[in-house]
Nanobody
Framework: VQLQASGGGLVQPGGSMRVSCAAS????????MGWYRQAPGKQRELVAT???????NYVDSVKGRFNISKNNAKSRVYLQMNGLKPEDTAVYFC??????????WGQGTQVTVSS
C-alpha cells in the first residue's frame, strides 16, 4: 500500500484546514485508516482512526474539533480540522493498517497554526 498525503500549510488560530491522503496498491486489505501527528520534541501521537464499518475514534484533545472520514473505496482518508489551536501545530502522517497486521505510513504534511 502506498500513501500520498496532501493539504497542510499555515492557518490562523481558530481557522480550519483539511488534510487528505490517497491510498493505492492493495487497498482491499485495509481495515483501518488514520492520522498521527508529531510536534517538535514530542512523540508521534494517534489523532484519529476510522474503521471499515465507519466507526471513528479521536484523541481527547481534538474531540469535537476534528472529523475523520474516508471514501467507500478506502482509497482516500480525510481529516477536517476546525477550531485549530497553536498546539495542533505538527507534522501530520496518514497511516493504514491491513488485515495482515501490517501498517503503512505516508509522508508527513506540515500543519502550522499561528497568527
Amino acid at each position: 500500500v502506498q500513501l500520498q498525503a496532501s493539504g497542510g500549510g499555515l492557518v490562523q488560530p481558530g481557522g480550519s484546514m483539511r488534510v487528505s491522503c490517497a491510498a493505492s496498491g492493495s487497498i482491499f486489505s485495509i481495515n483501518a485508516m488514520g492520522w498521527y501527528r508529531q510536534a517538535p520534541g514530542k512523540q508521534r501521537e494517534l489523532v484519529a482512526t476510522i474503521y471499515n464499518n465507519g466507526y471513528a475514534n479521536y484523541v481527547d484533545s481534538v474531540k469535537g474539533r476534528f472529523n475523520i472520514s474516508k471514501n467507500n473505496a478506502k482509497s482516500r482518508v480525510y481529516l477536517q480540522m476546525n477550531g485549530l489551536k497553536p498546539e495542533d501545530t505538527a507534522v501530520y502522517f496518514c497511516n493504514v493498517k491491513t488485515t495482515y497486521g501490517v501498517a503503512y505510513w505516508g509522508q508527513g504534511t506540515q500543519v502550522t497554526v499561528s497568527s
